[in-house]
């Protein structure tokens, strides 16, 4: 496609539910990233694919967060239990490769809140 | 521990001024610099990339220069607009092309 797209763009959810989050990167792009925003911060990082793989997933604040990318190109993002802290922006961006010079491209975000 | 600061946190000019946007980052060893435009509920658009080989990249009205020694960068608003209001993200990548951003700066152009 032109551009990153995610979905939902919104998701209201209960404390202890389950969510999956998904983003479609730009076609051909290699590398795919994950990115949490929480209001008035600047975005953190979660984890990184290079193809099928999870290459760094440093990120990732507890076991109840996990992603997956089987095919290489679309992404989930799942919460399991989920908690009122895990409010916030989920932004996915991609790039060519996962090489430093190469420019990030990111999606619009899912807003998700846990009542 | 790489940590990317950004000052101010907010600025408020009136159009037609030039401003400049301060970033700072503790960690030398970067990849490149990214700076990014951010409104309000949207995602990011990408401004300008910066190589650590590089000292500056130009578009429009944009400029952003890199120090790597002095950890600095800064964005330049020419002539600014009220079209310009966004909050302005500055980002350093590390291994793996990961991104470390700063907080950013709330930029308001009063017609």
């Known amino acids: 496609g032109a551009g990153v797209s995610q979905t939902p763009s919104n998701k209201v959810t209960e404390k202890g539910k389950y969510v999956e989050l998904r983003c479609d990167p730009i076609?051909?792009?290699?590398?795919l990233y994950w990115y949490r925003q929480s209001l008035g911060q600047g975005p953190e990082f979660l984890i990184y694919?290079?193809?099928?793989?999870?290459?760094?997933d440093s990120g990732l604040p507890n076991d109840r967060f996990f992603a997956v990318r089987p095919e290489g190109s679309v992404s989930t993002l799942k919460i399991q239990r989920t908690e009122r802290g895990d409010s916030a922006v989920y932004l996915c961006?991609?790039?060519?490769?996962?090489?430093?010079?190469?420019?990030?491209?990111f999606g619009p975000g899912t807003r998700l809140t846990v009542l | 521990k790489q940590e990317v600061t950004q000052i101010p946190a907010a600025l408020s000019v009136p159009e037609g001024e030039n401003l400049v946007l301060n970033c700072s980052f503790t960690?030398?060893?970067?990849?490149?610099l990214q700076w990014f435009r951010q409104d309000p509920g949207k995602g990011l658009t990408s401004l300008l990339l910066?190589?650590?080989?590089?000292r500056e990249q130009t578009s429009g009205r944009l400029n952003a220069s890199l120090d790597k020694s002095s950890g600095r960068s800064t964005l330049y608003i020419a002539a600014s607009q009220p079209g310009d209001s966004a909050t302005y993200l500055c980002?350093?990548?590390?291994?793996?092309?990961?991104?470390?951003f700063g907080q950013g700066t709330e930029l308001s152009v009063k017609p």
């Open positions: 694919f290079q193809g099928t793989g999870a290459a760094d």
């Open positions: 961006a991609s790039s060519q490769l996962a090489a430093r010079y190469n420019e990030q491209f």
């Open positions: 076609s051909g792009h290699t590398a």
């Open positions: 960690d030398s060893a970067i990849y490149n």
């Open positions: 980002a350093v990548s590390g291994q793996g092309g990961k991104l470390i």
């Open positions: 910066i190589q650590s080989s590089q």
